[in-house]
């Protein structure tokens, strides 16, 4: 079974603070992705990661894969209120279709 | 594009009865996965279906069931609530192949009292 570590899981800052989110299995994983979720809504995705050692860049949010596709991380520049939410790491793998497993979650909270 | 639909947002339940929640993909999706989200466990993984036929499943007791239709939509079904099964419920849909992006819906809020 696939496990995801994230950490931290809680994270409160002032705005424009910068921060970063790490995501750690000892599972390979094909591919990685990263989600962001408010209260009372669905996940949405911000970012797929495949290669490893790929580094993706989504405005201030700057996504990394490690070269050997067990981890992963999240940084955020210069934090606004507006990036507050519940950041989720979740990574397929194996044969297991439609199967996303995910990470317990980071929940940042960016104060002005 | 319209995105996933989930229906209804919320729900109370007794403990006991029954519950069906139900999705309708984004067009052209013809896998549907259902998750359940609770403060304590996360987002765990419920079923996944492919062309009406369940491809995927997940740790959770009998009690919980789900279908396709041919047009793709989804629906779950909980059966004998308990307490424990307060959660939000996500479906997400892809085109349905390995290890493709989800795309969830808002959800549906089960609170079984």
């Known amino acids: 079974t696939q496990l995801l570590e994230q950490s931290p899981q809680f994270l409160s800052i002032q705005e424009g603070e910068n921060l970063t989110v790490y995501c750690n299995s000892s599972?390979?994983?094909?591919?990685l992705q990263w989600y962001r979720q408010e209260p009372g809504e669905g996940p949405v995705l911000l970012v797929t990661v495949v290669t490893g050692g790929e580094v993706k860049k989504l405005k201030r949010l700057t996504f990394q894969f490690g070269d050997a596709r067990k981890d992963s991380s999240l940084h955020i520049t210069a934090a606004q209120p507006g990036d507050t939410g519940l950041y989720l790491c979740a990574a397929s793998g194996g044969t297991s279709y439609g199967k996303l497993t995910f990470g317990q979650g980071t929940i940042l909270t960016v104060h002005p | 594009k319209a995105g996933v639909t989930q229906t209804p947002r919320y729900l109370i339940k007794t403990r006991g009865q029954q519950v069906t929640l139900s999705c309708s993909p984004i067009s052209g999706h013809r896998s549907v996965s259902w998750y359940q989200q609770t403060p304590g466990q996360g987002l765990q993984f419920l079923f996944e279906?492919?062309?009406?036929?369940?491809?995927n499943k997940g740790n959770f007791p009998g009690r919980f069931s789900g279908r396709q239709f041919s047009n793709s939509r989804s629906e779950m079904n909980v059966s004998t609530l308990e307490l424990g099964d307060s959660a939000l419920y996500l479906c997400?849909?892809?085109?349905?192949?390995?290890?493709?992006?989800?795309?969830f819906g808002q959800g549906t809020r089960l609170t079984v009292v």
């Open positions: 279906y492919f062309s009406e036929t369940q491809r």
């Open positions: 599972s390979v994983f094909s591919s």
């Open positions: 997400a849909s892809n085109y349905g192949g390995f290890g493709t992006e989800a795309f």
